[in-house]
């Protein structure tokens, strides 16, 4: 975990990003990356590592990082690591045994309250990524969050996912209806007992447009990362085009 975090922290110092503190989980640091670009740009959120058991996710925002991608195309904001003993234990849930991703409701772990708490800080954002992978998916899929119907991305995120496997086009997916690899769920917050990170971005006002993207866990790890990597790269440059 200290080589995965200084491959961050040397990474954030080489792209011009601004490296924050906001909370801890035993000896590791929960840390955010900004980057702030001048103009008028789009505010992007991404976040990853919530599930200790998803290795991928943060690696590909590592590998993003790395390669320059996040450039003055946005202003960027990253939470790459939400649960690193997590990720060091292979577990879904914090070491505490709780699942973060259905703890926004309720904000009583100290993870989550650190993360709202920053969160808090910062402005609404324009669009944003929640990276995941699920270890019972068929092939990628995703969720989008849109109620103010904005142009969805969703077509150009699964056409770049099918350049490196399948769509998962199971009628239901995770206990919920999908189409062709898309879940558009209530977005109504009240009518959800728990709330994921992403429904807490919608009822909090950070999104306006929400996705949580799923690629599937008996996919080589190389094949996932490379896969969610295209995926989010053909969303930003299309969501440019489409706000310009």
Known sequence: MEGLIERYKTAAKNHGFRWDTFGEQGPYPLFSLTKRSAGIKPRI????????????????????????????QATWFICPLLNPQGLILGTRESPAKADLNRAFKEVIEPETRAHVAWLSRQPNFHLTFCVHEDWEAKGFYLYELNPHNKPSLAETMLQAARNHGPIDHSPVIDGREAHLGIIRPDTNPENRELWPESIYLLARHHSGIHYTLETASAFELTQRVETMADVISAATHAFKRVRA
């Not at 959120?45 to 003055?72: C, M, N, V």
């Open 45 to 72: 959120y991404l976040s990853s590592g919530i599930h200790g058991d998803e290795p991928a996710p943060p690696l590909t925002l590592l590998h993003l990082l790395e390669s320059g991608f996040f450039r003055d």
